[in-house]
């Protein structure tokens, strides 16, 4: 029952894409719209009703489905968020290919619907790769550009390597307890526990857009706002981190496996705020900025947090997806993503507000729900020292910087009011639905209404909030006195993620180009190079018997007929019957064959005939002799 | 039954031949008719089989004494295992000879041997005597030779008669071998599979008994193809017609993986589980090796075929981990070796179609070479969808028959050789970034004015791969009803040892 979640947008969207050619927005809006609201239902219903799911291939392989309180918050949380991102899809992206966009992206929901409710690792793969594949047809979408399915390949290259990592652990699980379910972690241990809780991590971080995975992010900004939108928020990276926050509580067990999560999730937070705040490109700024919080959630998982990790999930999605919307129609407008010149504060006035709200979401600025689960971070690595909280305070500062970097250049008012084509309502209402989410979540303060999150003490609450103070002061100052930063120079190279596409391209990339155009080469001169020289030892061979003493030959020839009278003996003893059909079809076909044989003209195929025939008689012979 | 559906596509072969008064049109009915009822038969009996615990293991025998002195007869029967591969090649067969084909005036002779190569293909995978197996064995090589140099295209004639040398020459490694078991059995000369099976005549690693096993498996590795032995298989694929190729991938391969398992794996266990981990290491050589190599070949068809050297490496490597006589891991080993028969049966299906489309091309654009298209994806819908979803598939996507065959080989064989199914995951992460490069120089980009005229599939084209590529959807997502017979033949081969 439960893999209806999965199954319903699934082949809706599959029918949309080979039936869906020509239609108007409006109808592609209500049937994107509409499976989202249905998904929704269905969620809900899955959640009250305790549904669950099983699917058996073999002894050995069974799908499971089930909901956990975490699962079933994510898989609430997708089709809230994908239903706007929908609409304005449906509104906002270019013909040709609209209706093969929407249907991906139902696609692309069920896709994650089913690894949220997954409860087995096989069933977890399938979800988890199926989004990849979704991600590269999304990202080359627009595939007369050469580029952009460049970007996918690139986008799901860098994903399958970490799902290697799912591959390793799904062996190692079944190795160590014969099964798949998530239940049977808690049985593993030693070497089998590490290269699953290791390999889990590996592909939650190639897929969350961590380091050295990160510049994936960047290249999936080549497909429409609609899918950098829902990729970053709802599905495909979000994955990552909930995987890790589902599976904490038996993978924390592997020793080194929560420093190593903390780790990485510090690094990416910090690196991609430093990334984000010197990106010129609005989006790619955006993207740097997924990493980073999804870092934060690492952090969260890392300190023994997994709720605490998902809710700043949820809040994360909402914002995200509002600021994408936003970036994408203040692009649309200036036809460039480059910051500098955007300011569409006069052009789209009422996205410009929704784009704040977002904005002061992403810095984490009080009383909005993004404010309280970032502190709620905070809280949760101050458990463990005071300096990771500095650590997440710091990229909290970043936050800060960014957020406001962004939304003072995309909708500051620095250009005057030019002619502009009117933006569909339909645009405003999705932000806008977005943004009333996001405001909404500002409950989550509410005395009565708090989760269960650790309590801060008073410091942190004020050096958190200073260094946010901070941050929007500085990003202020890189807006209005830099608005250019990035673009040239030194700024502009570290903006590509210091280095690292370029380190990923000569470290690994190109080396394996040259490996395989040498192995090619390999191949093709000395593997094959053996069965050469056999064979024209052959032929040499040949011809020296060729030229060889006639008298083995007659006394071959002698030898043959001598044969041929002891094959007639033995065929009188088989029967009738045989004797007789046998050789007439067998010299029919051997006539068949042989005006073939001759129309090939080689000249040589005949003495493979007789090879053919000679090691039958071969067997016969040898047989009798030694029996 | 399974006589029957051997019989009758030679008998169709010797039809062909002497009917003189078929055309074309006359002719490809005919071959499509007949090729046909082997599929009904093979599904009848497939409908009729029994794969719960305590049946049979092989099933629809039957026994016709032919050479009595040498205990050999024309003796047929399946198991889970050769039934669903047989399945498999008839319909593949099917697909083959009604894909569209440029005959070359000679439509007969074309249809003919299509026809004598089924009935031998089938012939391989049905029959319970070795020495017929043999004999189909080395047939296989004579049709595939005829269809390659009469109608292959470029250096067809060098490229047949290389694969014919090769693969015959295996063939010789494998007859010596068939020598070396048959004559060690102590109690008296048979040739009934299920007699050597049960017999195990050869056991140890005594230099004889390795031996005949290295006869066995050089013969096999050439034929499937393994590394170092592979270098006939890209020549003989480039050069031969689309539906020959898909043929000789498709179906060609198998019988030597079929041939592993069947024969020195079941019929010297002892010995073979001894020289299980060098195979296994081979089998993951060709893996990455096959990838590797694949990732760098600028012409479409020698890209496919390097793939087959890669997918047969993961089917060798399950079947490797199966006939390891780890104690105490039956359960891991027999999910690698149904891994392994799932990996036959979705290769069949998945480069089938990829090499049918291959052959697409040729006809449409007479090059093979990658850069010379482009933004196919304007023109050619349909065929864009239909070579994404067998890229995706031979890359091993969830979802579609590939992961399931990869993911349970790799699953059995890391509880047995934990580093080999490591190391030879890599190669699924290479075979993404091959399948996506071609995928990319195809169909994406702008469109060269010289294809804005490129027709899209056919209506007998698009049928054959929608059959083909259906049943690759099917069993990726609910492969319970394969796996179910598949299963029942792997729990005895790999029970039995």
Redesign the interface.
């Known amino acids: 029952m439960l893999w209806t979640l999965a199954l319903l947008p699934a082949l809706i969207g599959a029918g949309v894409i080979f039936a869906g050619a020509g239609r108007s927005r409006v109808v592609l809006g209500l049937l994107g719209g509409g499976t989202m609201a249905a998904t929704l239902a269905l969620a809900v219903a899955a959640v009250s009703g305790g549904w669950t799911g099983v699917l058996p291939w073999n002894e050995a392989l069974r799908l499971t489905a089930a909901l956990t309180p975490l699962s079933a918050a994510v898989a609430l949380l997708v089709p809230v968020i994908a239903l706007p991102i929908l609409v304005y899809a449906s509104a906002h992206e270019h013909r040709p290919g609209l209706s093969q966009l929407i249907g991906l992206l139902l696609v692309f929901v069920g896709g994650m619907e089913l690894l949220v409710i997954a409860d087995d690792l096989l069933t977890l793969l399938i979800g988890w790769e199926l989004v990849g594949a979704c991600s590269w047809a999304l990202i080359g979408h627009d595939w007369r550009v050469r580029d952009n399915p460049r970007s996918g390949l690139y986008a799901f290259v860098v994903t399958r390597f970490g799902d290697l990592g799912l591959f390793a652990a799904a062996m190692a699980l079944y190795a160590g307890t014969g099964g798949f379910g998530y239940d049977r972690l808690a049985d593993l241990e030693g070497p089998l526990l590490h290269v699953a809780a290791f390999g889990v991590l590996l592909s939650a971080a190639a897929k969350s857009g961590q380091v050295p995975f990160a510049p994936w992010l960047f290249r999936a900004m080549a497909g429409p706002t609609s899918v950098s939108a829902l990729l970053h928020a709802a599905t495909m990276v979000a994955a990552g981190a909930y995987l890790l926050a589902r599976l904490q509580p038996e993978l924390s067990a592997a020793a080194g496996w929560s420093g190593t999560v903390i780790g990485i999730g510090l690094a990416t937070a910090l690196t991609g705020g430093v990334v984000a705040c010197l990106q010129p490109h609005a989006k790619k700024l955006l993207a740097a900025s997924t990493s980073a919080h999804y870092g934060l959630m690492f952090v969260a998982v890392g300190a023994g947090y997994p709720a605490v990790a998902v809710l700043h999930l949820i809040a994360h999605a909402a914002f995200k997806a509002l600021l994408f919307l936003a970036a994408g129609s203040a692009g649309e407008q200036a036809e460039t993503f480059a910051l500098h010149r955007l300011g569409m504060g006069r052009v789209l006035p009422v996205m410009a507000v929704l784009s704040a709200v977002g904005a002061l979401a992403l810095a984490g600025v009080p009383p909005l729900g993004a404010a309280f689960t970032k502190e709620a971070v905070v809280t949760a690595a101050g458990h463990l020292s005071p300096w990771l909280a500095g650590g997440v305070m710091v990229a909290g500062g970043l936050s800060a910087a960014y957020a406001a970097r962004f939304h003072l250049l995309a909708y500051g008012r620095s250009r005057e009011a030019p002619e502009a084509p009117p933006q569909p309502w339909t645009e405003r209402a999705a932000a806008g639905a977005l943004a009333l989410l996001t405001l909404g979540l500002s409950v989550l303060w509410l005395p009565g209404l708090r989760p269960d999150t650790p309590h801060a003490p008073l410091w942190e609450v004020v050096v958190s909030v200073l260094l946010i103070g901070l941050g929007l002061l500085v990003g202020t100052v890189l807006a209005r006195r830099y608005p250019k930063a990035g673009t040239t120079g030194a700024p502009a190279e570290a903006a590509e993620w210091l280095g690292l596409p370029a380190l990923l391209r000569h470290g690994i990339a190109r080396p394996f180009e040259r490996l395989s155009a040498f192995a090619g080469t390999v191949d093709d001169r000395v593997i094959d190079a053996l069965p050469r020289l056999v064979a024209r030892l052959g032929r040499w061979l040949a011809g020296f018997i060729g030229r060889g003493d006639r008298r083995v030959v007659d006394a071959g020839v002698r030898a043959t007929a001598r044969f041929g009278e002891w094959l007639a003996g033995v065929g009188d003893r088989i029967g009738e019957a045989v004797s007789d059909g046998l050789p007439e079809g067998t010299a029919r076909l051997v006539a068949f064959s042989g005006a073939d044989a001759r129309r090939l003209q080689t000249g040589m195929s005949h003495h493979y005939y007789a090879l053919l025939a000679g090691g039958a008689v071969l067997v016969i012979v040898t047989i009798i002799a030694l029996s | 039954m399974l006589t029957l559906a051997i019989l009758s596509p030679l008998l169709g072969a ?1 039809i062909l ?2 009917a003189t008064g078929l055309h074309e049109r006359g002719a490809r009915m005919l071959a499509v008719a007949v090729s046909a009822v082997p599929l009904v038969l093979l599904v009848a009996v497939w409908i009729g089989f029994d794969a719960g615990p305590g049946a049979p293991q092989f099933q629809a025998v039957a026994e016709v004494p032919w ?1 009595p002195s ?1 205990d050999v007869a024309w003796r047929v029967g399946v198991d889970g295992m050769s039934l669903a591969l047989a399945l498999m090649s008839a319909l593949l067969f099917l697909g083959s000879i009604a894909w569209p084909a440029e005959t070359r005036g000679r439509p007969r ?1 074309y249809y ?2 299509f026809l004598f190569l089924e009935g031998v293909s089938l012939g391989l995978f049905l029959v319970l005597d070795l ?1 017929l197996f ?2 189909f064995f ?1 047939l296989s090589l ?1 049709g595939m ?2 269809l390659i ?2 109608w292959g295209h470029g250096e067809a ?1 060098r490229a ?3 694969f ?3 693969t ?2 295996g ?2 490694a494998f ?1 010596l071998a ?2 070396g078991l ?2 060690a059995s102590p109690q008296g ?1 048979t040739f009934d599979m299920r007699v050597l099976i049960d017999m195990q005549p050869l056991t140890g690693t005594g230099l004889y008994a390795s031996l005949v096993l290295l006869g066995f498996l050089v013969g096999f590795a050439i034929k499937t193809p393994l ?2 032995f ?3 298989l890209p020549s003989a694929h480039v050069d031969a017609p689309g539906p020959a190729s898909a043929i000789l991938a498709g179906v060609l391969l198998k019988m030597g993986t079929y041939g592993m398992v069947r024969i020195p794996f079941s019929m010297m266990t002892e010995t073979f589980a001894a020289y299980a981990l060098p195979l296994g290491i081979v089998a993951v050589i060709s893996i990455l ?1 096959g990838a ?2 694949a ?3 600028g012409n479409l068809k020698r890209r496919i075929a390097y793939t087959s050297v890669n997918h047969m490496g993961y089917t060798v490597l399950g079947i490797a981990a199966a006939g390891a006589l780890v104690s105490g891991e039956a ?2 080993r ?2 690698a070796l ?1 891994g392994a028969v799932v990996e036959m049966i979705a290769h069949g299906l998945i480069t089938g179609a990829l090499f049918l489309i291959a052959g697409a091309f040729w006809q449409r654009g007479e090059t093979y070479d990658l850069d010379a298209y ?2 196919l ?2 023109t050619a819908p349909r065929l864009t969808g239909a070579t994404v979803l067998a890229a ?1 598939a031979s890359l091993g ?3 579609l028959a590939g ?2 065959a990869e ?2 080989i ?3 064989t ?2 047995i050789y ?1 580093w080999l ?2 190391i030879g ?2 190669g ?2 290479i075979t ?2 091959l399948f ?2 071609m ?2 120089q195809l ?4 469109l060269p004015p010289r294809w804005s005229k490129l027709p899209d599939l056919g209506r007998t084209e698009g049928a054959v791969l929608a059959v083909l590529l259906v049943l690759v959807v099917v069993i990726g997502v ?3 009803w394969l ?2 017979v598949i ?1 029942s033949a792997s729990a005895v081969i790999v029970g039995a040892g």
Do not use: C, M, N
Not at chain 2, 443 to 446: E, L, M, R, S
């Open positions: 010797l031949a002497f050479v040498l002779a003919a041997w020495l043999y004999v080395d004579v030779y005829f140099g009469r004639e047949a008669l290389k014919f040398i090769y015959l020459a063939s010789l007859l068939i020598l048959v004559l000369l590394f170092p592979h270098t006939w090796w590797i190599v990732f760098g070949q359960a891991a027999e999910l149904t482009g933004g994806a304007a995706f996507l969830p979802g992961f399931v993911f349970q790799f699953a059995g890391f509880a934990p199914a490591g995951l890599i699924i992460l993404a970034a996506l490069t995928l990319q169909f994406f980009g702008p609910y492969p319970a796996l179910t299963d």
